[in-house]
């Protein structure tokens, strides 16, 4: 072998070292390629978020309980992103039972594309066997193929909140009846029957997993089992209703035990045993005054249970003032018995609710309609009772409105203020003089019209009547009809802003020709029991208006121009 000769070294190439010393240019980036484009498929598949494990032995167990492949296939057909209850598709975790409710599931829209991914394995070079035949571990290297072959535009998601679920007894007889119409078994259906009530809401039972425990390590007083063998549950019968919650999302309900509900011990009236019971301590209890209707026989003499609770807690000074006042009168409206009070005392009365049932009744009918009436006081047996009948007049220029608690304030404060102003001592909305008129609703008892002309045919005792009557009560019916032209003439007068004169009055009850009847106004005929009696309610073609426009006319005739 030759070797070489000895001397200096040199460098191979003088050029080279030349050549790095002086650094050579980079050349400029190129853009990335773009990705190349491929078509899609035009082959679709519809996917199912199954909420559960699903193996290919267990994929048709799964259908199955979405309702079958019918059911999926109708699902997904009727999926037009519209209405969304014709979308759902329901998994039913144990098919075949009635009470058990499914999981809702929803199907969305989506742009999914499936793709197929094969993955091949191949050795590399090199790659040895040793003798009993193992490879090397990083011996295989994969190749993976990706293949679109569909795109998926609906999915079938479940993410809703699944509902409660409760299973009753089936052994029940309600449980036999909701099989029967499942199946429109008629037989089942007519062999039910409703069982006697039994208080057996609760069931005490043997705790089949309780632990049987040594009498000797239990304490004093205690019996071996008596904490742990028996359990509790219960016996309510409850059925599940189609579904419990409506909530698809989960919220923070912050449920809270009723702080009105106590725990009370009742005794039952046949058997004396006591039972508890939850009582709301703030339930609504009923302290309107006994109502009774005209047909009814006898009065009450005492108030409602309720309301005789509450009389120990009633405000003694204005109860007082109360039952003297229905002692010196024994029929009172609304607004003449509030009139007699302060607005202070007036608010009190409203508030408690009980200070006029304690002392009063109400008639739903009748001439004394919408009227308080002293407790044992009849007045369809005393005569002189005719001077406390309610006439009421429509105006159907006045809609009814309920004003809202503000404007009332309002108005309350208004009529304090402008009492203390001009010193009056009494409201006088509920007397009807003539001459002023303090609303534009005319309801008055005839003791509280105090005009001339009224008071003298109210008092009239040729007018009175030997039995009571439901439509004019004391009155005969002639007597109390020209009592309502005349009242109903001035009032809406007044409402006009003009006094009504005693010639116009007059006029109005001159019968027609050859006729001992008032003139015939026009009336529409009422269905029995549909109106009431004592109203005498006008029709709109009857209104002030025209009545004004008429008794004009009729002036006109009878008073020529010259």
Same mark, same amino acid.
Not at 110 to 119: E, P
Not at 189 to 205: A, G, Q, R, V
Not at 486 to 504: C, D, I, M, N, P
């Given at each position: 072998?030759?070797?070489?000769?000895?001397?200096?070294?040199?460098?191979?190439?003088?050029?080279?070292?030349?050549?790095?010393?002086?650094?050579?240019?980079?050349?400029?980036?190129?853009?990335?390629?773009?990705?190349?484009?491929?078509?899609?498929?035009?082959?679709?598949?519809?996917?199912?978020?199954?909420?559960?494990?699903?193996?290919?032995?267990?994929?048709?167990?799964?259908?199955?309980?979405?309702?079958?492949?019918?059911?999926?296939?109708?699902?997904?057909?009727?999926?037009?992103?519209?209405?969304?209850?014709?979308?759902?598709?329901?998994?039913?975790?144990?098919?075949?039972?009635?009470?058990?409710?499914?999981?809702?599931?929803?199907?969305?829209?989506?742009?999914? %594309?499936?793709?197929?991914?094969?993955?091949?394995?191949?050795?590399?070079?090199?790659?040895?066997?040793?003798?009993?035949?193992?490879?090397?571990?990083?011996?295989?290297?994969?190749?993976?193929?990706?293949?679109?072959?569909?795109?998926?535009?609906?999915?079938?998601?479940?993410?809703?909140?699944?509902?409660?679920?409760?299973?009753?007894?089936?052994?029940?007889?309600?449980? $036999?009846?909701?099989?029967?119409?499942?199946?429109?078994?008629?037989?089942?259906?007519?062999?039910?029957?409703?069982?006697?009530?039994?208080?057996?809401?609760?069931?005490?039972?043997?705790?089949?997993?309780?632990?049987? %425990?040594?009498?000797?390590?239990?304490?004093?007083?205690?019996?071996?089992?008596?904490?742990?063998?028996?359990?509790?549950?219960?016996?309510?019968?409850?059925?599940?209703?189609?579904?419990?919650?409506?909530?698809?999302?989960?919220?923070?309900?912050?449920?809270?035990?009723?702080?009105?509900?106590?725990?009370?011990?009742?005794?039952?009236?046949?058997?004396?045993?006591?039972?508890?019971?939850?009582?709301?301590?703030?339930?609504?209890?009923?302290?309107?005054?006994?109502?009774?209707?005209?047909?009814?026989?006898?009065?009450?003499?005492?108030?409602?249970?309720?309301?005789?609770?509450?009389?120990?807690?009633?405000?003694?000074?204005?109860?007082?003032?109360?039952?003297?006042?229905?002692?010196?009168?024994?029929?009172?409206?609304?607004?003449?018995?509030?009139?007699?009070?302060?607005?202070?005392?007036?608010?009190?009365? %409203?508030?408690?609710?009980?200070?006029?049932?304690?002392?009063?009744?109400?008639?739903?009918?009748?001439?004394?309609?919408?009227?308080?009436?002293?407790?044992?006081?009849?007045?369809?047996?005393?005569?002189?009772?005719?001077?406390?009948?309610?006439?009421?007049?429509?105006? %159907?220029?006045?809609?009814?409105?309920?004003?809202?608690?503000?404007?009332?304030?309002?108005?309350?404060?208004?009529?304090?203020?402008?009492?203390?102003?001009?010193?009056?001592?009494?409201?006088?909305?509920?007397?009807?003089?003539?001459?002023?008129?303090?609303?534009?609703?005319?309801?008055?008892?005839?003791?509280?019209?105090?005009?001339?002309?009224?008071?003298?045919?109210?008092?009239?005792?040729?007018?009175?009547?030997?039995?009571?009557?439901?439509?004019?009560?004391?009155?005969?019916? $002639?007597?109390?009809?020209?009592?309502?032209?005349?009242?109903?003439?001035?009032?809406?007068?007044?409402?006009?802003?003009?006094?009504?004169?005693?010639?116009?009055?007059?006029?109005?009850?001159?019968?027609?020709?050859?006729?001992?009847?008032?003139?015939?106004?026009?009336?529409?005929?009422?269905?029995?029991?549909?109106?009431?009696?004592?109203?005498?309610?006008?029709?709109?073609?009857?209104?002030?208006?025209?009545?004004?426009?008429?008794?004009?006319?009729?002036?006109?005739?009878?008073?020529?121009?010259?």
């Amino acid at each position: 072998m030759e070797q070489p000769e000895a001397g200096p070294s040199r460098p191979a190439a003088t050029s080279s070292t030349h050549a790095a010393a002086v650094p050579s240019p980079q050349p400029a980036p190129s853009a990335p390629a773009p990705a190349p484009e491929r078509p899609l498929p035009g082959t679709h598949f519809y996917s199912v978020e199954y909420p559960g494990y699903v193996r290919p032995t267990s994929a048709p167990l799964a259908i199955e309980r979405l309702g079958g492949q019918p059911a999926i296939d109708s699902a997904f057909r009727r999926a037009t992103g519209r209405d969304k209850v014709e979308s759902l598709l329901e998994l039913r975790l144990r098919p075949g039972n009635p009470y058990a409710h499914p999981i809702p599931g929803e199907i969305v829209p989506t742009s999914n %594309i499936v793709l197929k991914v094969v993955k091949r394995k191949r050795k590399r070079q090199g790659q040895r066997r040793d003798g009993a035949g193992a490879q090397d571990d990083d011996g295989a290297v994969g190749e993976y193929t990706v293949e679109a072959v569909g795109v998926v535009p609906k999915t079938a998601r479940f993410r809703s909140m699944a509902d409660f679920q409760y299973q009753p007894d089936m052994s029940d007889p309600l449980a $036999h009846l909701r099989k029967a119409m499942d199946t429109m078994d008629v037989d089942g259906i007519l062999k039910y029957h409703i069982p006697p009530e039994k208080e057996d809401y609760t069931i005490t039972e043997t705790d089949p997993f309780a632990m049987d %425990i040594d009498p000797q390590l239990l304490g004093e007083g205690e019996i071996a089992g008596s904490s742990t063998s028996k359990t509790t549950r219960s016996n309510l019968r409850l059925f599940t209703p189609p579904l419990f919650s409506r909530q698809g999302v989960p919220q923070n309900y912050n449920y809270k035990a009723n702080t009105a509900s106590v725990e009370t011990i009742v005794v039952d009236d046949h058997t004396n045993e006591e039972h508890k019971r939850l009582i709301n301590r703030m339930r609504w209890k009923g302290y309107g005054p006994i109502a009774i209707s005209y047909a009814d026989k006898g009065v009450p003499n005492n108030p409602s249970p309720a309301v005789e609770e509450q009389r120990s807690q009633a405000d003694k000074k204005i109860l007082k003032r109360l039952e003297d006042l229905f002692e010196e009168r024994p029929v009172w409206t609304r607004a003449a018995i509030f009139n007699q009070f302060t607005p202070m005392e007036v608010r009190d009365i %409203i508030n408690s609710k009980y200070l006029l049932p304690l002392v009063s009744y109400v008639f739903e009918d009748g001439p004394w309609r919408d009227t308080y009436v002293r407790l044992g006081y009849d007045p369809r047996q005393d005569p002189e009772a005719r001077f406390y009948q309610r006439l009421y007049f429509r105006n %159907i220029n006045h809609p009814i409105s309920r004003p809202s608690v503000v404007s009332r304030r309002q108005e309350q404060r208004n009529e304090s203020a402008q009492a203390r102003f001009s010193g009056a001592d009494e409201r006088r909305s509920h007397v009807f003089d003539g001459a002023t008129v303090t609303s534009e609703t005319a309801a008055f008892q005839l003791c509280d019209i105090t005009d001339a002309m009224l008071a003298e045919m109210i008092a009239d005792e040729d007018a009175r009547r030997e039995t009571c009557s439901e439509r004019d009560g004391w009155y005969t019916a $002639h007597a109390l009809e020209r009592i309502k032209v005349v009242l109903r003439h001035k009032f809406f007068s007044l409402l006009l802003g003009h006094v009504a004169t005693q010639e116009e009055c007059e006029r109005l009850l001159v019968p027609d020709e050859g006729s001992s009847k008032l003139p015939q106004r026009h009336r529409t005929r009422l269905k029995p029991g549909k109106h009431n009696m004592a109203k005498g309610a006008l029709p709109p073609e009857d209104a002030a208006a025209h009545r004004l426009m008429s008794t004009l006319e009729q002036q006109r005739k009878t008073f020529p121009t010259r």
